[in-house]
Nanobody
Framework: QVQLVESGGGLVQPGGSLRLSCAASGSIFSILPVAWYRQVPGKQRELVAAVTRTGTASYADSVKDRFTISRDNAKNTVYLQMNSLKTEDTAVYYC????????????????WGQGTQVTVSS
C-alpha cells in the first residue's frame, strides 16, 4: 500500500552531519505522523523523532537539540537532519507512518523500507 525508501546515510566522523530522506508513495503519508527509527543489532528499534502532518516535531532525549525532523508533503518526503553526530548514533535508520494514537508513533503501520546505514566513527 505504501512504499518507503530511506536514503542519505553514510560514514561520518563524530561531530559531523548527515541529512536522511524518506520518500514515500501513498496519500496516507501526507496525512498521518511520520517517524524516524533506528536499530542496532541486538537491540530494539528505537524511536528517534516524529513529525505530525502540520509539522509539530518530537524527539528522543538522546537526539534532542542535535536532530531536526521535517516534512515536505508536496514531495511526499520526510527528512532527518542530524548534526553533532556521536558514535552512539550509529545504526540503521528507518522511517514509518504512524497510527493516530497516543503517544505519538506508539504504533506504526509497518511500512518499513530497507533503511539507511549511518556509521559514526573516527
Amino acid at each position: 500500500q505504501v512504499q518507503l525508501v530511506e536514503s542519505g546515510g553514510g560514514l561520518v566522523q563524530p561531530g559531523g552531519s548527515l541529512r536522511l530522506s524518506c520518500a514515500a508513495s501513498g496519500s496516507i503519508f501526507s496525512i498521518l505522523p511520520v517517524a524516524w527509527y533506528r536499530q542496532v543489532p541486538g537491540k530494539q528499534r528505537e524511536l528517534v523523532a516524529a513529525v505530525t502532518r502540520t509539522g509539530t516535531a518530537s524527539y528522543a532525549d538522546s537526539v534532542k537539540d542535535r536532530f531536526t525532523i521535517s516534512r515536505d508533503n508536496a514531495k511526499n518526503t520526510v527528512y532527518l537532519q542530524m548534526n553533532s553526530l556521536k558514535t552512539e548514533d550509529t545504526a540503521v535508520y528507518y522511517c514509518d507512518v504512524c497510527k493516530p494514537v497516543q503517544p505519538v508513533c506508539a504504533s506504526t503501520f509497518g511500512f518499513w523500507g530497507q533503511g539507511t546505514q549511518v556509521t559514526v566513527s573516527s
